[in-house]
């Protein structure tokens, strides 16, 4: 049970991120903090707000947090986290801004250097995404007056010479269009300014500092405080490379901290270069020695059906290291590195998972154990029950419609014990008439099994729920349900362990059906309970997807009766408001600001459920 009020007080006074989760686990909103303490506490004081931030404090069931050393980074993480999740109450945050990259030009004889908002596979060398503009646009104007680099788009191959423009004339450039520096002269600048944006800014503070303290004794304060800017715009940087990467591989980061015997592993997901996620787990260890349990945990962890990208760094140096890549590589059908940074963006990367596992140790171990039990300990559970290995991932499936209306079908995804949204599926159901709940099954089952056989064995890249099968599929019924689905798996040649729950005269689970015998179960067991969290989660998800269809359906039908209101419009007031609800309540005002609408057919809508009244 999660203690809002005792889980308040172990919050660090510590800049960082906030997620906000309701009893289904789902994120509904994602904030930043320069302090997590003060910050996440407000939202449970009593103070006047708005009714929809009431509305949202009233969802929370609980909340999480990551740890970062500056505001800057956990705006950069807090926009990451966003994008990826999209949670329904981060409403003025959810946009598809991008922030712009430095780009060098590798490919260039004497490369240029400047910002893009586009970064595409070209050979140039790409840092960013930066948040903060001004702050880039001030280092690259810094690093002209340093070393002077070109933003010209001459095509310079050493023959031709050119009078030089401007910038060589003021010192900002060194002019090598008109043959006036060596190449490799020219490139050791531009090997300095890739060591800044790479991470290790040590070269140029020292230099800065340096120039500062010059001009300070030659008693020129005004161009001191030119320099003293320039540091305090490189130190202002720097603080966003932990959370972002300059590439847009996809990795794992994993650190480990550990104490009597105990130890928490903390994995944060990087996908195309950005932070959208983090697990962590508590292991129990034979010995306090970190590189063996991060080995161990390793070939556990990937050992079952997760997604290996690939590149995993690690905060150890891990023994059997060439081995353990090795089989990973033949697993995933990639290189797959893994890598112990010292120094450098991924350095900061492994260090913030460290901090982070670091303070899980120190303040949640009691709720860790908790909630082990109820899912690594439940999974555990449960495959003793059946006699199997435990099944890393299962999926679990549902049928929804009414009287055979708009049949659909749902999967929901358990990996570990916790639910994998971003696998979750729906299903529309297409070759079935009626309320045949059977064959609908059949059809999901199908449909499926046949995307898992059309892989192109690219799950690595495409990340894919349907590229990975199930250790174990759960059925909401008994033999029948059970024959039924073994059926299909069997017609694609797939060897995958089904078993169904089978219900008493009141609808309650008095048994798991599998392996052609009924086993009975303990219900007040943690397996009991984290099948029992599955099944609820599968109906939710498909009744969710079914009351969806037909909302859309009723609001087509209201919407059409409106002069003036086509499909176009139709759609746009739909995504903007939701419901029937929102539409009838909103404004003028506010209806003529959703897609493709104006103010005469905002009021046309207003008028037609406020009896023709426009204002």
């Given at each position: 049970?999660?203690?809002?009020?005792?889980?308040?007080?172990?919050?660090?006074?510590?800049?960082?991120?906030?997620?906000?989760?309701?009893?289904?686990?789902?994120?509904?909103?994602?904030?930043?903090?320069?302090?997590?303490?003060?910050?996440?506490?407000?939202?449970?004081?009593?103070?006047?707000?708005?009714?929809?931030?009431?509305?949202?404090?009233?969802?929370?069931?609980?909340?999480?947090?990551?740890?970062?050393?500056?505001?800057?980074?956990?705006?950069?993480?807090?926009?990451?986290?966003?994008?990826?999740?999209?949670?329904?109450?981060?409403?003025?945050?959810?946009?598809?801004?991008?922030?712009?990259?430095?780009?060098?030009?590798?490919?260039?004889?004497?490369?240029?250097?400047?910002?893009?908002?586009?970064?595409?596979?070209?050979?140039?060398?790409?840092?960013?995404?930066?948040?903060?503009?001004?702050?880039?646009?001030?280092?690259?104007?810094?690093?002209?007056?340093?070393?002077?680099?070109?933003?010209?788009?001459?095509?310079?191959?050493?023959?031709?010479?050119?009078?030089?423009?401007?910038?060589?004339?003021?010192?900002?450039?060194?002019?090598?269009?008109?043959?006036?520096?060596?190449?490799?002269?020219?490139?050791?600048?531009?090997?300095?300014?890739?060591?800044?944006?790479?991470?290790?800014?040590?070269?140029?503070?020292?230099?800065?500092?340096?120039?500062?303290?010059?001009?300070?004794?030659?008693?020129?304060?005004?161009?001191?405080?030119?320099?003293?800017?320039?540091?305090?715009?490189?130190?202002?940087?720097?603080?966003?490379?932990?959370?972002?990467?300059?590439?847009?591989?996809?990795?794992?980061?994993?650190?480990?901290?550990?104490?009597?015997?105990?130890?928490?592993?903390?994995?944060?997901?990087?996908?195309?270069?950005?932070?959208?996620?983090?697990?962590?787990?508590?292991?129990?260890?034979?010995?306090?020695?970190?590189?063996?349990?991060?080995?161990?945990?390793?070939?556990?962890?990937?050992?079952?059906?997760?997604?290996?990208?690939?590149?995993?760094?690690?905060?150890?140096?891990?023994?059997?290291?060439?081995?353990?890549?090795?089989?990973?590589?033949?697993?995933?059908?990639?290189?797959?590195?893994?890598?112990?940074?010292?120094?450098?963006?991924?350095?900061?990367?492994?260090?913030?998972?460290?901090?982070?596992?670091?303070?899980?140790?120190?303040?949640?171990?009691?709720?860790?154990?908790?909630?082990?039990?109820?899912?690594?300990?439940?999974?555990?559970?449960?495959?003793?029950?059946?006699?199997?290995?435990?099944?890393?991932?299962?999926?679990?499936?549902?049928?929804s419609n009414t009287q055979g209306f708009d049949s659909v079908g749902s999967m929901v995804v358990y990996e570990n014990g916790r639910p994998k949204k971003s696998d979750y599926r729906r299903f529309r159901i297409k070759t079935v008439s009626g309320p045949d709940d059977y064959a609908s099954m059949k059809e999901v089952l199908s449909r499926r099994f046949?995307?898992?056989?059309?892989?192109?064995?690219?799950?690595?890249?495409?990340?894919?729920?349907?590229?990975?099968?199930?250790?174990?599929?759960?059925?909401?019924?008994?033999?029948?349900?059970?024959?039924?689905?073994?059926?299909?798996?069997?017609?694609?040649?797939?060897?995958?362990?089904?078993?169904?729950?089978?219900?008493?005269?009141?609808?309650?689970?008095?048994?798991?059906?599998?392996?052609?015998?009924?086993?009975?179960?303990?219900?007040?067991?943690?397996?009991?309970?984290?099948?029992?969290?599955?099944?609820?989660?599968?109906?939710?998800?498909?009744?969710?997807?079914?009351?969806?269809?037909?909302?859309?359906?009723?609001?087509?039908?209201?919407?059409?009766?409106?002069?003036?209101?086509?499909?176009?419009?139709?759609?746009?007031?739909?995504?903007?408001?939701?419901?029937?609800?929102?539409?009838?309540?909103?404004?003028?005002?506010?209806?003529?600001?959703?897609?493709?609408?104006?103010?005469?057919?905002?009021?046309?809508?207003?008028?037609?459920?406020?009896?023709?009244?426009?204002?």
């Open positions: 049970m999660f203690d809002i009020k005792e889980e308040l007080k172990k919050l660090p006074e510590s800049a960082g991120v906030y997620i906000m989760k309701d009893v289904s686990d789902t994120v509904i909103y994602v904030g930043k903090a320069i302090n997590l303490k003060r910050r996440v506490s407000s939202y449970f004081q009593s103070k006047p707000r708005s009714p929809k931030i009431e509305k949202m404090i009233s969802l929370i069931d609980h909340f999480e947090y990551i740890m970062v050393e500056s505001e800057m980074e956990a705006f950069v993480l807090e926009c990451n986290l966003i994008k990826e999740n999209r949670p329904k109450y981060n409403t003025m945050l959810m946009d598809d801004k991008t922030y712009p990259f430095v780009k060098i030009t590798l490919f260039d004889k004497y490369p240029k250097i400047f910002l893009t908002r586009h970064h595409v596979r070209d050979g140039a060398k790409y840092f960013g995404p930066y948040t903060n503009v001004t702050a880039v646009r001030e280092i690259l104007k810094m690093f002209r007056k340093l070393y002077g680099y070109r933003t010209c788009d001459k095509k310079l191959d050493g023959k031709k010479v050119d009078r030089p423009c401007l910038y060589y004339q003021v010192g900002e450039c060194p002019g090598p269009c008109s043959g006036n520096v060596e190449e490799e002269e020219y490139g050791k600048g531009i090997e300095e300014i890739m060591r800044f944006f790479e991470g290790d800014s040590s070269g140029v503070k020292k230099n800065l500092k340096a120039k500062m303290l010059e001009c300070s004794e030659n008693m020129d304060f005004e161009k001191a405080a030119v320099y003293r800017d320039m540091l305090k715009a490189v130190e202002e940087l720097g603080q966003t490379q932990r959370v972002t990467a300059a590439d847009d591989m996809n990795r794992d980061v994993i650190g480990i901290a550990m104490k009597d015997y105990k130890a928490i592993v903390q994995i944060f997901f990087v996908r195309q270069g950005r932070m959208v996620g983090r697990e962590h787990y508590l292991v129990e260890a034979e010995e306090d020695e970190k590189p063996r349990v991060l080995s161990d945990f390793v070939k556990q962890f990937y050992g079952g059906t997760a997604v290996i990208p690939k590149e995993i760094l690690l905060s150890e140096e891990i023994s059997e290291k060439d081995l353990i890549s090795g089989w990973l590589s033949e697993r995933a059908g990639v290189k797959i590195k893994l890598i112990s940074p010292i120094k450098g963006k991924k350095e900061k990367l492994v260090e913030l998972a460290v901090e982070n596992a670091q303070n899980l140790l120190e303040k949640d171990m009691e709720k860790l154990k908790r909630e082990s039990e109820r899912t690594v300990g439940a999974v555990a559970e449960l495959g003793k029950l059946l006699g199997i290995p435990a099944p890393y991932r299962m999926e679990s499936y549902d049928i046949a995307r898992f056989n059309q892989r192109d064995g690219s799950a690595v890249e495409n990340n894919d729920s349907f590229d990975k099968l199930p250790d174990l599929i759960l059925m909401d019924g008994g033999r029948g349900q059970v024959n039924a689905a073994l059926e299909i798996a069997d017609s694609f040649g797939l060897d995958i362990r089904i078993c169904g729950m089978v219900k008493d005269d009141h609808h309650r689970t008095r048994g798991i059906y599998f392996d052609n015998e009924e086993i009975p179960v303990d219900t007040s067991s943690e397996y009991f309970k984290l099948v029992t969290r599955i099944q609820d989660e599968t109906h939710r998800f498909a009744i969710e997807y079914h009351k969806s269809l037909r909302s859309k359906v009723q609001v087509k039908s209201v919407l059409d009766d409106i002069q003036g209101i086509g499909s176009a419009r139709r759609i746009g007031l739909i995504k903007h408001f939701e419901t029937i609800t929102g539409i009838k309540e909103a404004s003028v005002d506010d209806l003529s600001k959703a897609p493709g609408m104006n103010r005469k057919a905002a009021e046309a809508v207003y008028g037609f459920f406020h009896d023709g009244k426009t204002t």
